[in-house]
C-alpha cells in the first residue's frame, strides 16, 4: 500500500495491511524497483505564454507548503537573467519569509509523518498550531492566505506591515516551544523510533546520486560547502550569520536522522 502524505495515510495503510492478512505493527522489509519520473501538471508550459509578472502565481502553485521558496525561485531566476540588483532590505524580508515558510512547511510534514508512523493525532494537532501562527504573519503581509505572490522581480509587491519586527519575534518564540513539543512527543518515541530507525537509509554516495539536499543529505554524512542555501543564491543573512542554515549533522542516514528535528 501507498502510504501518502496526508493525515488519511496512516489509516489507508492499515486497511491494507489487514485485507493482506498482515500484522500492522511490525516493520517489514520489501525489495522494490523504482523510477524516478517527472510528474507534468502543465505549469511549465502555462508560463510559456504570460510575461515574467504573470508566472509568480504558478510558482505558488507549483510547492503550496513553502509557497515563498517557489517564488524566490521564479524571481531570482528573472533577475538574474535581466541583471537586475535587488534592494539589500529587500534581500532580507524575502530571507525572513523564506525561512519562516520553510518552518510551516516542516511543521506540516512532521505532522503528518507523526501520524503516518502511527502516534495518531496529537502530532498533527501541535503541528499545526505553529503552522497556522506563521501563516497569520504571511497573511498579514500579503493579503493572502496561502498563494502568496508576494515577491516581484526587483523587490517586493509592497512594503511590510509596521509591526512586522515585533509579529516575527512573537511567532518564532512560540515555534521555538513548539519544535520542543514535537521533539518530546516523537524524536524517542518507542512507536516512532521502532517504525523509523535504521528503516530507508542511504549512503553518502546515494543521497547525492538521488539528488538529496539540505537536512537529508546532511542525514547521509555530507556536509558541503554547495549545501548552504543562502550562500548559493547571494542572498542576504548568511554573510551576518543570523539567518543561515545550520552546519549540523549526523552520519546514521537513516528515516529516524532524516526526520528528527
Not at 83 to 96: F, L, M, S
Not at 161 to 173: I, S
Not at 231 to 239: I, K, N, W
Not at 241 to 248: E, H, I, R
Request: charge should be negative.
Amino acid at each position: 500500500a501507498r502510504l501518502s502524505s496526508e493525515g488519511k495515510g496512516f489509516a489507508v495503510q492499515i486497511r491494507a495491511l489487514d485485507t493482506l492478512g498482515l500484522p500492522p505493527h511490525d516493520v517489514m522489509k520489501v525489495d522494490t524497483e523504482g523510477h524516478e519520473e517527472q510528474v507534468f501538471r502543465g505549469g511549465e508550459k502555462l508560463m510559456e505564454a504570460m510575461d515574467f509578472r504573470q508566472g509568480i502565481g504558478f510558482a505558488d502553485r507549483t510547492e503550496y507548503l513553502a509557497q515563498f521558496s517557489a517564488e524566490l525561485a521564479y524571481v531570482m531566476a528573472v533577475e538574474r537573467l535581466m541583471g537586475i540588483e535587488v534592494p539589500e532590505r529587500a534581500e532580507y524580508i524575502r530571507v525572513i519569509l523564506t525561512e519562516m515558510n520553510r518552518l510551516s512547511s516542516h511543521f506540516m510534514f512532521m505532522g503528518a509523518f507523526g501520524i503516518d508512523s502511527g502516534l495518531f493525532g496529537t502530532s498533527f494537532t501541535y503541528a499545526f498550531r505553529e503552522r497556522e501562527a506563521l501563516q497569520d504573519v504571511f497573511e498579514e503581509v500579503s493579503g493572502d492566505r496561502l498563494m502568496y505572490a508576494y515577491f516581484r522581480v526587483g523587490g517586493l509587491a509592497w512594503e511590510v506591515t509596521d509591526n512586522f519586527t515585533q509579529r516575527v519575534h512573537e511567532v518564532l518564540r512560540g515555534t521555538q516551544q513548539g519544535i520542543k513539543d514535537l521533539d518530546d512527543l516523537m524524536t524517542h518515541n518507542e512507536i516512532f523510533m521502532a517504525r523509523c530507525q535504521n528503516i530507508g537509509a542511504f549512503t553518502a554516495q546515494q543521497a547525492i546520486a538521488n539528488g538529496m539536499s539540505g537536512p537529508l543529505l546532511r542525514a547521509s554524512g555530507v556536509n558541503r560547502a554547495g549545501d548552504k542555501l543562502l550562500s548559493r543564491a547571494g542572498l542576504a543573512g548568511d554573510e551576518h550569520g543570523t539567518l543561515g542554515l545550520g552546519d549540523q549533522f549526523r552520519g546514521a542516514n537513516d528515516l529516524l536522522h532524516r526526520a528528527a528535528p
